[in-house]
């Protein structure tokens, strides 16, 4: 939840930047950020209800895999949350918030619901493009035309920075899609279900997923250092202060996950659970950098 919350603010600040923080675009923001969120809740309940079984073994603690709510309590709130995000969206008479919040739905049924052409997440590549859709073109193109037709502006103004921050996310994405499925490989292999965790090896998946994220940060220093100079009347920090910031940022988020991933120990579940857990806080932070990229 707070991770959804850091990348709208993250990417409506690029989205405004150059045009201030009207009445409009607070507005904007505070409909994106309540709708999202609760449809994240939703997504999540739909694959929550349809991985029980899955859950006892991989996540008992979750509410439905332990028994504290029932199914049909599960779909209530799902439901409740569902005609809440969608309702934010028609009363804000935003086609990009409607068409962001519309095709995540899709998506999430598609990946969790147990339908004849669904259950997109049995296949690896289905499973990937899913979240990659969802976490890297959904939030950074939807929110972003959001932002900008609350304000007036150019819908799709196609930029350095959300060039950039949407490749990054889109890579990222694989990353986090194929890394999921490492702590669950016990209860995915007992369940049929045949991730490249599976496949190949908790070991081998992992260090293809740090590989991938080092090249990120490594073409995110590179971004940094080669960015060009800020327009004429541009605030201060848009200059040397932010090629600084978004370069040496992206040298200590590599660092760290390095430094972490040396430590990790791929046969110990807790190990694994943690570093998944430490990838989305690296996820989350890079919205940090965003608004330094304008």
Not at 91 to 118: H, I, N, Q, R
Not at 180 to 206: H, M, W
Request: some cysteine; overall charge positive; aromatic content about 10%.
């Amino acid at each position: 939840m707070f991770g959804t919350t850091v990348s709208i603010i993250s990417i409506s600040c690029l989205a405004v930047s150059g045009w201030g923080w009207t009445p409009a675009a607070v507005t904007a923001l505070s409909q994106a950020v309540s709708a999202a969120l609760l449809m994240n809740v939703s997504i999540v309940g739909i694959n929550q209800l349809y991985d029980i079984d899955i859950d006892k073994v991989n996540k008992p603690y979750l509410p439905l895999a332990s028994g504290e709510w029932t199914p049909t309590t599960g779909a209530a709130v799902v439901a409740a949350c569902t005609a809440g995000a969608l309702a934010i969206g028609v009363l804000a008479g935003s086609a990009p918030l409607m068409w962001t919040l519309g095709a995540s739905l899709a998506l999430g049924v598609l990946y969790s619901a147990e339908l004849p052409f669904m259950r997109w997440k049995r296949s690896p590549l289905l499973a990937a493009g899913c979240i990659l859709a969802v976490r890297a073109v959904f939030v950074q193109l939807g929110f972003f035309t959001h932002m900008r037709a609350a304000i007036g502006a150019p819908a799709l103004a196609l930029s350095r920075p959300l060039g950039f921050i949407t490749v990054f996310m889109l890579v990222f994405s694989v990353v986090i899609a194929l890394f999921k499925d490492i702590p669950d490989v016990k209860g995915d292999r007992q369940a049929g279900l045949q991730t490249l965790s599976v496949r190949f090896g908790e070991k081998r998946v992992f260090w293809a997923c740090v590989g991938l994220l080092l090249s990120l940060y490594a073409g995110g220093v590179a971004f940094g250092l080669t960015a060009p100079p800020p327009p004429v009347g541009a605030p201060a920090w848009q200059g040397p202060v932010s090629k600084v910031v978004v370069a040496a940022g992206h040298a200590a988020f590599g660092g760290l996950l390095l430094k972490r991933a040396r430590e990790v120990d791929t046969s110990q579940h807790g190990n694994i659970t943690s570093f998944y857990m430490f990838i989305w806080a690296l996820l989350y932070s890079e919205y940090i950098l965003v608004p330094f990229m304008a």
